[in-house]
């Protein structure tokens, strides 16, 4: 009862600032190219992590380059080369040792108002909180990552009744 107070409190606040929750569209072909762990794919984004390099949950992937920055601040600091390929590992492995858990990272386009591809978020979830302006502007949002058997909690729709 307490994590449903405090996660609806938290919902709350964020859609009065207007930030929403979005399913993001995957991406296939970035999938199949992170997966196979493209070194010269991933040098072009800034990498951040949502978990822990032994359990992450789920990666962002803020393009280098352009003028959007799409990381809220607390994501923290961008995850190194040799990092990024050790989560992307890690992410797999966890897959593969409970697939009906965990289902296989697939990468989901992060998409401006603008209609513009900004980056991408690849991992075990299929939902963030993000903010999108008109200016084209977007900050992905962290995801609640508080456990509750073994997912990280995001809406109160997730608890039973």
């Given at each position: 009862?307490?994590?449903?107070?405090?996660?609806?409190?938290?919902?709350?606040?964020?859609?009065?600032?207007?930030?929403?929750?979005?399913?993001?569209?995957?991406?296939?072909?970035?999938?199949?190219?992170?997966?196979?762990?493209?070194?010269g794919?991933?040098?072009g984004?800034?990498?951040?992590?949502?978990?822990?390099?032994e359990?992450?949950?789920?990666?962002?992937?803020?393009?280098?380059?352009?003028?959007?920055?799409?990381a809220?601040?607390?994501?923290?600091?961008?995850?190194?080369?040799?990092?990024?390929?050790?989560?992307?590992?890690?992410?797999?492995?966890?897959?593969r040792?409970?697939?009906?858990?965990?289902?296989?990272?697939?990468?989901?386009?992060?998409?401006?108002k603008?209609?513009?591809?900004?980056?991408?978020?690849?991992?075990?979830?299929?939902h963030?909180?993000?903010?999108r302006?008109?200016?084209?502007?977007?900050?992905?949002?962290?995801?609640?990552?508080?456990?509750?058997?073994?997912?990280?909690l995001?809406?109160p729709?997730?608890?039973?009744?």
């Amino acid at each position: 009862m307490v994590r449903w107070v405090v996660s609806s409190v938290g919902l709350m606040f964020l859609f009065a600032l207007g930030v929403w929750a979005f399913d993001f569209k995957v991406d296939q072909g970035v999938t199949e190219r992170l997966r196979a762990r493209e070194l010269g794919f991933i040098e072009g984004f800034d990498v951040y992590l949502a978990g822990t390099k032994e359990e992450p949950v789920v990666l962002l992937f803020d393009r280098r380059g352009d003028p959007y920055e799409i990381a809220s601040p607390l994501w923290g600091e961008p995850l190194k080369g040799e990092e990024v390929l050790y989560v992307l590992r890690r992410l797999e492995e966890r897959s593969r040792d409970n697939p009906t858990l965990y289902p296989l990272p697939q990468a989901f386009q992060v998409v401006n108002k603008k209609g513009e591809t900004v980056g991408y978020i690849f991992g075990l979830l299929r939902h963030l909180p993000l903010e999108r302006r008109a200016d084209g502007t977007v900050k992905v949002f962290l995801p609640d990552l508080f456990p509750w058997r073994g997912f990280p909690l995001i809406f109160p729709r997730f608890l039973d009744p």
